[in-house]
């Protein structure tokens, strides 16, 4: 039997992927620019289908770091990150020599929480007598954070919004896409994500003047004239016109992509309500009908034990770091036995050691009878991922199930 992975890059059955990268060569296109990178943006625009710019980027992390760099983030500035997330989101603020302060989830969509994003932005102005620069709310697994909310209290203390939907492709709010609210949005089409270009990521911006902005500094911020004269510090951040090539294939599938997210996402829902102690992350009512479900993730009650794991409970006994639950990692392996992948959630910046010196802020929080200082600590002792994307059949998700429910019977 083929092992079920979490979430592979899944090519267009139409193989258009491959018309793209040999017209690429067809045309000797393959540079970091060229009609596939101009392509590529115009079908992002569309399907984004709000007043947006696209600019195509060699990842998403490199999205982020413009977006910083054209906010003039830098060396004693403060941005406020989403706790909960991969560190691609926080990372950027270190390149720039600046400090996150990071911010812990609402238990709903385990994403930023609003208001204490609000008493935060007041502590930080008291104590540093400065506004943070910038605050990066993430839509992580896809689910949308509270766009309404962040947004509004972002504008009423004039911050400028990063939107990380790099998991949200395909995800909305309200009916409009995440990605488009904030002054900036950042997406990746690295293998695993909702759509793939090998490696890639955009950066959603407000109007074609930051557009040339961002251009400029992704293709070492040069100038124009016909020698090679620079005024700033630039990267080497587009996008290859071969990848691109990938990406306008991808485009081609990705609502039928997010419909099967979504579909085997309603499977599991429906199929791990009537186990107890597994809890289908479906987030808040609402945010149901916006996410793209880019992974499916379930909570374990730490109450559950996992047959045929012994080994699993005694060796994890005294490890130091924060980690999963016993029953978390003892699941995985059980999983991992029958040819299944699933992996542990986002472990919390505030929680990793490259973070120990940053300042957090967090909403102590009740989780199966046991009191934790934050809910993304909470969330992430007791989470596992499943597999999920289009690599994923549903007879496999039943299989997932089976396994599931076997294991902990
Ligand atoms: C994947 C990801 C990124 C960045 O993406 P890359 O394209 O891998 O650089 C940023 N933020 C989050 C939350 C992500 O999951």
């Not at 007043?51 to 992390?61: F, H, I, Y």
């Not at 992350?281 to 009908?289: L, T």
């Not at 992996?343 to 046991?370: C, I, S, T």
Request: proline share 6%; aromatic share 8%.
């Amino acid at each position: 039997m083929n092992r079920i992975h979490l979430c592979l890059a899944h090519m267009s059955p139409s193989g258009a992927e491959k018309k793209y990268v040999q017209e690429a060569f067809d045309t000797n296109w393959v540079v970091p620019l060229g009609p596939n990178v101009e392509g590529f943006e115009s079908d992002l625009k569309a399907f984004l289908d709000a007043p947006r710019e696209v600019v195509a980027l060699s990842s998403g992390t490199a999205a982020v770091h413009l977006a910083l760099r054209l906010l003039g983030v830098g060396p004693s500035d403060e941005v406020l990150v989403q706790s909960f997330t991969f560190c691609a989101s926080s990372n950027p603020v270190r390149y720039l020599g600046a400090t996150p302060v990071f911010i812990d989830s609402e238990p709903q969509s385990w994403n930023m929480d609003p208001d204490l994003l609000k008493s935060a932005i007041e502590d930080r102005i008291s104590r540093k007598g400065r506004k943070p620069k910038a605050i990066i709310p993430v839509a992580l697994y896809g689910m949308p954070y509270d766009v309404g909310r962040i947004m509004e209290t972002a504008g009423s203390y004039g911050i400028p919004v990063i939107e990380d939907a790099a998991e949200g492709l395909g995800s909305k709010s309200g009916g409009r896409a995440l990605g488009t609210f904030g002054k900036f949005g950042v997406l990746s089409f690295n293998g695993n994500k909702m759509i793939t270009t090998s490696g890639g990521g955009a950066l959603v911006c407000e109007d074609s003047q930051t557009r040339q902005a961002a251009m400029k500094l992704a293709t070492q911020s040069r100038e124009q004239f016909p020698y090679y004269q620079h005024e700033q510090i630039g990267y080497n951040y587009r996008m290859s016109n071969v990848c691109a090539g990938i990406g306008r294939g991808q485009m081609t599938v990705l609502r039928e992509h997010v419909a099967h997210h979504r579909m085997l996402a309603s499977f599991y829902r429906e199929a791990f309500s009537s186990v107890p102690g597994i809890d289908f992350h479906s987030g808040p009512r609402g945010a149901v009908e916006g996410s793209n479900y880019w992974l499916s993730t379930v909570n374990l009650d730490p109450a559950l034990r996992i047959r045929g794991q012994d080994s699993v409970y005694e060796s994890l006994a005294g490890e130091p770091h924060c980690r999963p639950n016993a029953n978390v990692e003892a699941l995985r392996i059980a999983l991992d036995e029958a040819g299944i992948e699933s992996r542990p959630l986002w472990k919390p910046m505030h929680l990793q050691p490259v973070y120990r010196d940053a300042d957090a802020y967090l909403n102590p929080f009740n989780l199966y009878g046991e009191t934790s200082p934050s809910v993304c600590e909470a969330v992430f002792k007791t989470g596992l991922c499943l597999p999920s994307g289009p690599c994923v059949s549903l007879e496999d998700a039943r299989y997932v199930v089976d396994r599931i429910t076997d294991a902990v019977r």
